[in-house]
């Protein structure tokens, strides 16, 4: 598995990082927006979108996306500031029915993770 796209253990939950951060390249994005693991069990997933350039068409795949992985992830946190970004998420929350929150750090996005997912 790529460093870009890993599961990691925070606070005893489990978490999907997609490192999408500098990244410019379109059919990278994408790639990597629908890799899965093939492990459906619930877990968290965090997306940093820290300077990546996310086209329309990445947008649409995100948000096709996020409409099929609903069912096992129970918490959603994306990394990134800027308009952009809120209307990025803004956008997928609308199409999926998932609550998708933004953050400034990744510290910030892992804590309320693992409190979401200790919720659950």
């Known amino acids: 598995m790529?460093?870009?796209?890993?599961s990691i253990t925070y606070r005893g939950h489990d978490v999907t990082l997609v490192d999408l951060t500098n990244l410019?390249?379109?059919?990278?994005?994408?790639?990597?927006?629908r890799t899965r693991t093939g492990d459906e069990k619930p877990h968290g997933l965090l997306v940093d979108v820290t300077n990546a350039h996310i086209s329309p068409t990445s947008l649409a795949v995100a948000?096709?996306?996020?409409k099929q992985v609903q069912s096992f992830i129970k918490a959603t946190a994306v990394v990134g500031s800027g308009s952009m970004v809120g209307m990025m998420v803004r956008a997928?929350?609308?199409?999926s029915g998932m609550n998708i929150r933004t953050f400034d750090t990744r510290e910030e996005a892992m804590e309320y993770l693992a409190a979401e997912l200790s919720k659950r």
Do not use: H
């Open 2 to 6: 790529e460093q870009r796209y890993r």
């Open 24 to 33: 410019d390249n379109e059919k990278e994005i994408i790639r990597l927006l």
């Open 63 to 66: 948000k096709g996306d996020a």
């Open 92 to 95: 997928v929350s609308r199409f």
